[in-house]
């Protein structure tokens, strides 16, 4: 439910400042208890992509996407890390990675 959410930011389908839907209707619709919705919410909010206002529901944040876009940028550049020590460890040439990363880049999903 919380990637749901952060996909849902992350994309522009849900906006900042957009209502969430309050927690026990969320848990119904998606079958789920009301306790993992909350502690979903709850989470949310930690990390800054959702904000609560007593007595008027559960917004996106408005920092939520710049949020999200952080967070994937950092696990974006710790798996190039990865991959670029691997391309180090069999010889791999800038050139020969930069041309793979390129056509996988360019490849239709």
């Keep these: 439910m919380e990637e749901q959410i952060k996909n849902g930011i992350l994309s522009g389908a849900l906006g900042q400042g957009d209502a969430m839907p309050s ?4 848990a119904k ?4 208890s009301v306790i993992t919705t909350k502690r979903a919410y709850d989470d949310l909010e930690a990390e800054g992509f959702l904000e609560t206002t007593p007595g008027k ?3 996106v944040s408005l920092a939520g996407r710049d949020r ?3 967070v994937a940028m950092s696990q974006i550049e710790g798996t190039l890390s990865e991959i670029i020590d691997a391309a180090k460890s069999i010889g791999l040439t800038l050139d020969e990675l930069w041309e793979i990363t390129a056509t996988l880049y360019r490849e239709e999903p």
């Design 23 to 26: 927690i026990r209707y969320l």
């Design 29 to 32: 619709q998606l079958r789920v």
């Design 57 to 59: 529901g559960t917004y």
């Design 68 to 70: 999200l876009r952080e």
